[in-house]
């Protein structure tokens, strides 16, 4: 599959029938599999033989869909996770126990912020704060010999700042620790974080690869590069008592990570989807390719209308030539930056509320990230709680809206948004 396009891999990857077998991904809906032998089923219990147990480990409508994100991203392996955020928790949690430290960048989604922070706080894992701004050496004095890793995410939500992939790559293998991505806005149709240097990517699937907000979901993918025989992960090189002392990187080579994580965690933790809703991610992958041209495509013209709209105060969109971030998003995000806008509108936090009440297109929810826009505004719903003076602390303005641009034509966009404006005075 590796010389197809990316267009090619979101529709053949994955799923390869044999002759007379169905022509689309089955839904395998079975928790069980059958044995011709006890042996052989010791065998898998003990990691010596490939096939399927549990499902609560794996199961053969997964196993294709996370083929196909492997092969998307170009890694050598992946594992589909209940959401986003467990694919994170156990992205973490591979590699990382109490006591020990990692460093993230600040701009990153604010459930993830929450898990690292509080979550992994209450568990002895501190999470070090880096600001997108920080030199690479005042970077550098944030680890010391505890420190497991680095994260960060392509475009960050809802901040929106394009990370310099290839720096914090640098840095954290300067360290002998790999570089995790949270690809979930950009996707492999815009991005691939391995071409360079991220060693472990990370999705909520939820958002454009579901694309149509049917199922939560996440995803782990395993570049295989990074190499763990470096003396400081010994839980993926020494034996595991869990497993008849299995060794990871001996028995599973460049697939070790996402073995263990597969094997270890999701099997602990309970986190693995349904055939069904890994059978619905695979529909939503089928179009990736075309949702995200579409989305990239509607945005850049959004943007670009509400930048020369007198009641529009600011536009934060990378594509812009205004935005600080549009040179990483040249390099980094060529063919676009998602369908993703924040904006504020003269007026503040009053204005923007008339502003989404007035919207008749673009409905208001919390997701982002699917077929349909959508708007949010942060001061009045998800941070209503906290002051103006709060709310600039948390870098969100009274007057910010995020909106997710959808793959409507673009013209019923732009006249519901000029719509509305005109109903604010
Ligand atoms: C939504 C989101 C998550 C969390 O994903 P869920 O599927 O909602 O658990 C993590 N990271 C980013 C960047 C997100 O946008």
């Known amino acids: 599959m590796d010389n197809f396009n990316i267009e090619t891999k979101c529709i053949?990857?994955?799923?390869?029938?044999?002759?007379?077998?169905?022509?689309?991904?089955?839904?395998?809906?079975?928790?069980?599999?059958?044995?011709?032998?006890?042996?052989?089923?010791?065998?898998?219990?003990?990691?010596?033989?490939?096939?399927?147990?549990?499902?609560?480990?794996?199961?053969?409508?997964?196993?294709?869909?996370?083929?196909?994100?492997?092969?998307?991203?170009?890694?050598?392996?992946?594992?589909?996770?209940?959401?986003?955020?467990?694919?994170?928790?156990?992205?973490?949690?591979?590699?990382?126990?109490?006591?020990?430290?990692?460093?993230?960048?600040?701009?990153?989604?604010?459930?993830?912020?929450?898990?690292?922070?509080?979550?992994?706080?209450?568990?002895?894992?501190?999470?070090?704060?880096?600001?997108?701004?920080?030199?690479?050496?005042?970077?550098?004095?944030?680890?010391?010999?505890?420190?497991?890793?680095?994260?960060g995410e392509t475009i960050a939500n809802p901040a929106l700042n394009v990370l310099d992939i290839e720096k914090y790559a640098k840095i954290a293998h300067k360290h002998n620790l790999p570089l995790f991505v949270d690809n979930t806005f950009a996707t492999p149709?815009?991005?691939?974080?391995f071409e360079f240097g991220a060693?472990?990517?990370?999705h909520s699937t939820t958002k454009y690869m579901?694309?149509?907000?049917?199922?939560?979901?996440?995803?782990?993918?395993?570049?295989?590069?990074?190499?763990?025989?470096?003396?400081?992960?010994?839980?993926?090189?020494?034996?595991?008592?869990s497993y008849h002392g299995v060794v990871y990187t001996k028995q599973f080579g460049e697939a070790a990570f996402i073995t263990k994580l597969r094997v270890q965690l999701i099997r602990d933790f309970g986190v693995a989807p349904s055939a069904i809703n890994a059978f619905l991610l695979n529909l939503g992958l089928e179009t990736l390719h075309l949702r995200m041209e579409r989305h990239c495509a509607n945005a850049l013209e959004v943007a670009k209308f509400?930048?020369?709209?007198?009641?529009?105060?600011?536009?934060?969109?990378?594509?812009?030539?205004?935005?600080?971030d549009y040179a990483l998003a040249e390099k980094y995000l060529?063919?676009?930056?998602?369908?993703?806008?924040?904006?504020?509108?003269?007026?503040?936090?009053?204005?923007?509320?008339?502003?989404?009440?007035?919207?008749?297109?673009?409905?208001?929810?919390?997701?982002?990230?699917?077929?349909?826009?959508?708007?949010?505004?942060?001061?009045?719903t998800t941070h209503r709680q906290l002051t103006d003076e709060q709310l600039k602390a948390a870098g969100i303005g009274p007057d910010l809206i995020r909106m997710s641009v959808g793959i409507e034509n673009v013209n019923d966009i732009i006249n519901d948004i000029k719509q509305a404006l005109d109903e604010v005075r």
């Open 306 to 324: 509400l930048e020369n709209n007198d009641k529009i105060a600011w536009v934060n969109y990378p594509k812009l030539k205004s935005s600080s």
């Open 199 to 202: 060693d472990i990517v990370i």
């Open 334 to 380: 060529p063919k676009g930056v998602c369908g993703v806008i924040s904006f504020g509108i003269k007026g503040g936090r009053e204005a923007a509320v008339k502003f989404m009440d007035s919207l008749k297109l673009a409905a208001i929810v919390v997701h982002v990230a699917d077929a349909r826009t959508c708007v949010l505004h942060p001061a009045s």
């Open 189 to 193: 149709i815009l991005c691939r974080p």
């Open 12 to 151: 053949q990857s994955g799923y390869k029938p044999k002759n007379s077998e169905p022509r689309v991904l089955p839904i395998y809906q079975s928790t069980t599999y059958k044995y011709d032998s006890a042996n052989h089923l010791g065998d898998l219990f003990d990691l010596k033989a490939p096939g399927h147990m549990y499902s609560r480990i794996s199961n053969p409508t997964l196993e294709c869909v996370e083929a196909k994100i492997a092969d998307m991203e170009g890694g050598v392996g992946a594992a589909l996770t209940t959401s986003g955020q467990a694919a994170n928790l156990l992205a973490i949690l591979n590699i990382t126990s109490s006591g020990q430290n990692f460093v993230s960048l600040s701009s990153i989604y604010g459930g993830t912020v929450n898990l690292f922070a509080v979550t992994l706080k209450k568990l002895g894992i501190e999470v070090r704060f880096a600001t997108p701004d920080m030199t690479e050496s005042e970077v550098d004095a944030l680890f010391d010999e505890n420190t497991r890793l680095v994260f």
């Open 210 to 241: 579901d694309g149509h907000a049917t199922v939560v979901g996440g995803c782990v993918v395993d570049s295989g590069k990074f190499d763990w025989n470096n003396g400081k992960f010994p839980e993926l090189t020494e034996p595991d008592e």
